[in-house]
């Protein structure tokens, strides 16, 4: 029987503190007690809590877009204080939008014998969207909670939520 796997995606301090390079905004701070209960919630057996979070070099060519933003080993590629790893969390870094580019996700769900994914995290229309279009593309399934995605943008916010629902098949609950 396969496990349900909990990404929680970007909650690093750049994104999330407000002397962060990328802060979000206060909406984004506000998800912070849902996703610490989810946490707790997937601290269970036949449950998998998979912390993916940037990790950029210095010189990465994203920074051509977005200001310089969680450098690998810096403080602004952290997670946040509110949301310490425990002992069994997994921890993948990225470079890109998606959870999946370039990263060992897919080994670490195969492994894990994960068969539904549900996310939380930052920003909704960037990196839990691309996330959950490349959970569509494997054909595993996905959900999104509402209330623990959050976005600088509410318009992209409310057609990423759209798009994952509408689209690519994830529930958003």
């Known amino acids: 029987m396969g496990k349900t796997a909990l990404l929680v995606i970007d909650m690093l301090n750049d994104f999330l503190d407000p002397g962060g390079s990328l802060y979000v905004g206060a909406q984004a701070r506000e998800i912070i007690p849902f996703v610490a209960r989810k946490i707790a919630e997937f601290r269970a057996p036949g449950r998998v809590v998979i912390f993916v979070g940037d990790a950029h070099a210095a010189d990465d060519p994203e920074f051509s877009a977005f200001p310089a933003h969680a450098v690998k080993g810096s403080w602004g590629a952290g997670i946040i204080p509110e949301l310490p790893p ?88």
């Open 86 to 173: 425990a002992p069994g969390d997994y921890r993948v870094d990225k470079t890109r939008h998606s959870a999946f580019d370039d990263t060992n996700l897919d080994d670490l769900l195969r492994q894990a014998q994960v068969e539904e994914v549900h996310l939380v995290g930052v920003l909704t229309s960037i990196c839990v969207l691309s996330t959950v279009q490349d959970l569509f593309h494997r054909k595993l399934p996905g959900l999104v909670y509402r209330q623990g995605v959050a976005d600088s943008d509410p318009e992209a916010h409310a057609a990423a939520l759209k798009q994952m629902q509408q689209v690519l098949g994830a529930k958003v609950v």
